[in-house]
């Protein structure tokens, strides 16, 4: 009998938690903004890179892009990229060692346990 109380006790409370924790784990985890620019780019013509080239495919479906994105190896890749392509655009993933190379102008994104950055640079 303790132990079916202690279990429903215990259950009431992670539910709680569920209702509480919801709203912030879904801003970390659903990049609905940058999902919504990224498409409303590309249909306006625009390309666009993806630093670092490993989350190049990350947003291709769930944006429904038509294009693929190009994948930047190197933040010298993206500035050459940035400089050659004015009209384009920049998905940025960054941790902590690599945001300071980029002094975004635009608000960043809380994505997991990084920051994403969407602009026209990523300076």
């Known amino acids: 009998r303790i132990l079916q109380v202690i279990a429903s006790c215990f259950l009431c409370f992670l539910?709680?938690?569920?209702?509480?924790?919801?709203k912030t784990v879904n801003s970390l985890?659903?990049?609905?903004?940058?999902?919504?620019?990224?498409?409303?780019?590309?249909r306006e013509g625009h390309r666009i890179a993806v630093y670092p080239a490993g989350m190049a495919d990350q947003f291709?479906?769930?944006?429904?892009?038509?294009?693929?994105?190009?994948?930047?190896?190197?933040?010298?890749?993206?500035?050459?990229?940035e400089g050659n392509n004015q009209t384009g655009y920049c998905l940025v993933f960054a941790d902590r060692k690599t945001l300071h190379a980029f002094r975004p102008k635009r608000a960043l994104t809380a994505y997991r346990d990084k920051w994403l950055l969407f602009s026209r640079t990523a300076n």
Request: aromatic share 10%; proline share 5%.
């Open 15 to 22: 539910i709680s938690m569920h209702f509480a924790l919801a």
């Open 60 to 81: 291709q479906f769930a944006a429904r892009l038509t294009e693929p994105v190009v994948s930047m190896e190197s933040i010298q890749g993206l500035r050459d990229w």
């Open 29 to 42: 985890y659903n990049p609905g903004d940058i999902i919504s620019a990224l498409s409303r780019v590309q």
